[in-house]
């Protein structure tokens, strides 16, 4: 073999070192079994034989949890699914401390999902899911923080409810609806009476008020096409009416 086959073998044997790793990821880099470096983006060169690389998506990834039969504190089973968010920071700890870190997260989010589920009642589930959001996604995070993983956000998409309950549920929702209209109606009509009665004191000291009132409901029965009339006679009438009857049943008295 000639010294320029020799050279040549070399030279392409070299430039087999070269490698270029995306924007979004990142290569880790072994010598001989051993960590050695995080390398790229862009170009860089690794020792051909001794070093190989493995490459890691620093992007944020989706995962959907599949739907997840569970009991509430309560005892009511449900099915829930969510979704889940999250981005390898460190990839050193994702390629060496777990061997396939998106199974890893995504059965320990399984798991955390449902326990979570179980700590709580079926009123809290369906009314603080925010909070429990939260709350997953803390735990989730605290136990993939080894691995080089941050979770950045988690949400839970669907609660599914059984029949039965969903009608329970349809009948109280009716109930306080029905008792919030019969506390509105009561208050009203506690507030008209009121009303009412201070209208009353104040036409009780101002006949010309009492007479004014008369007229207005005398007007307001003739607009509708009513076939009866009704009159009504002032209170100044029926005094004076009054007053003759009882000087009459006087009269007759002392005769």
């Not at 969903?166 to 306080?176: D, L, N, P």
């Not at 004191?201 to 009492?210: F, R, V, Y």
Request: hydrophobic letters at 45%.
């Amino acid at each position: 073999m000639s010294l320029i086959s020799i050279v040549g073998i070399l030279l392409l044997i070299l430039l087999s070192g070269f490698r270029i790793a995306q924007e979004y990821q990142r290569s880790v880099v072994f010598r001989l079994g051993r960590f050695q470096s995080i390398k790229g983006p862009g170009l860089y060169w690794i020792i051909p034989l001794i070093e190989r690389q493995q490459k890691v998506d620093i992007r944020t990834k989706t995962v959907d949890l599949e739907r997840q039969e569970t009991i509430t504190k309560d005892s009511v089973t449900i099915k829930v699914n969510a979704v889940l968010w999250f981005r390898i920071t460190d990839p050193e700890h994702a390629i060496i401390k777990v061997a396939d870190y998106n199974k890893a997260v995504y059965q320990f989010s399984v798991t955390a999902l449902r326990n979570i589920i179980g700590q709580h009642s079926l009123d809290e589930v369906l009314r603080e899911r925010e909070q429990i959001n939260g709350t997953l996604q803390k735990i989730v995070d605290t136990a993939t923080e080894p691995w080089g993983i941050k979770i950045e956000m988690v949400e839970m998409k669907d609660v599914e409810i059984p029949e039965g309950m969903q009608r329970a549920m349809a009948r109280e929702a009716e109930a306080i609806r029905e008792k919030r209209a019969r506390i509105v109606k009561a208050e009203a009509e506690l507030e008209a009476s009121i009303k009412l009665t201070q209208g009353a004191k104040e036409m009780e000291g101002s006949p010309i008020a009492l007479e004014l009132r008369r007229m207005q409901m005398l007007s307001e029965i003739g607009i509708d096409n009513n076939t009866t009339t009704i009159v009504l006679v002032p209170s100044d009438f029926t005094q004076a009416a009054r007053s003759f009857s009882e000087m009459i049943s006087k009269k007759k008295l002392d005769a």
